[in-house]
């Protein structure tokens, strides 16, 4: 069965500094990857995915992520955090395919603070 | 476009109670999903429907239940409230069940006494 597997609960950085969420992942086949944002009292919104091709997803709000299938890991980045990233952030991992059993599945969470 | 609406916004519900939430998308999407979101847990999957007609079970299904009868509309419905089921409910939509964009509503806090 596949897994996905935030391992900080929380990332604090500087404004104007790199920033990197980690999400590694685990699953039967090449992996469907993505990463949501949650701001406070709201739904998730869709960052970015990874699907095929270049391992180097670039998304919404100037992220990016990179997918290393040698180490399982789809880890979040950007180069100048800005104090309105703050947000939660989750990583999701689907197997491939279109059957009702191919259901994504999300990982814990990791709250990014960007301090001024 | 109001997107995907969800009702009420907060409830607080005496355990035993029925209690169903509501969830409506204009998009005409035909992919539709409940999930719950704990403190650690993440969002898990309650239910699912493919398209209007069809439903499925999420990882955490049990205690719940949905009907799909047209597009636009997915209710959850609680048949006899827990104080487990205490939590953040979240319904999203996407264009097909193979296009991973999930589109999700504003949630329900629901805490049941």
């Known amino acids: 069965a596949q897994s996905v597997a935030q391992p900080e609960d929380q990332v604090n950085v500087a404004e104007g500094n790199p920033l990197t969420v980690k999400c590694t992942y685990s699953?039967?086949?090449?992996?469907?990857l993505f990463w949501y944002v949650q701001y406070p009292n709201r739904g998730l919104q869709f960052l970015l995915k990874?699907?095929?091709?270049?391992?180097l997803v670039k998304g919404s709000y100037g992220f990016e992520a990179e997918f290393n299938k040698s180490q399982t890991s789809f880890h979040l980045k950007k180069p100048s955090a800005l104090v309105s990233d703050s947000a939660l952030y989750f990583c999701a991992v689907r197997e491939p395919g279109y059957s009702s059993a191919s259901k994504i599945i999300f990982g814990s969470g990791t709250r990014l603070s960007i301090r001024p | 476009i109001a997107g995907i609406t969800q009702a009420p916004t907060s409830q607080i519900l005496a355990a035993g109670r029925r209690m169903t939430l509501r969830c409506t998308q204009d998009?005409?999407?035909?992919?539709m999903y409940w999930y719950r979101q704990d403190l650690g847990l993440g969002l898990r999957l309650i239910h699912y429907s493919n398209t209007a007609g069809t439903t499925g079970k999420g990882e955490v299904p049990d205690g719940y239940s949905v009907s799909r009868a047209n597009t636009d509309d997915f209710p959850l419905t609680l048949a006899s409230a827990v104080p487990s089921q205490t939590s953040v409910y979240f319904c999203a939509s996407s264009v097909s069940w193979g296009d991973d964009e999930q589109f999700f509503g504003p949630g329900t806090r629901l805490t049941v006494l």
């Open positions: 699953v039967s086949g090449n992996p469907y």
């Open positions: 998009m005409r999407h035909n992919a």
């Open positions: 990874y699907i095929t091709g270049d391992n």
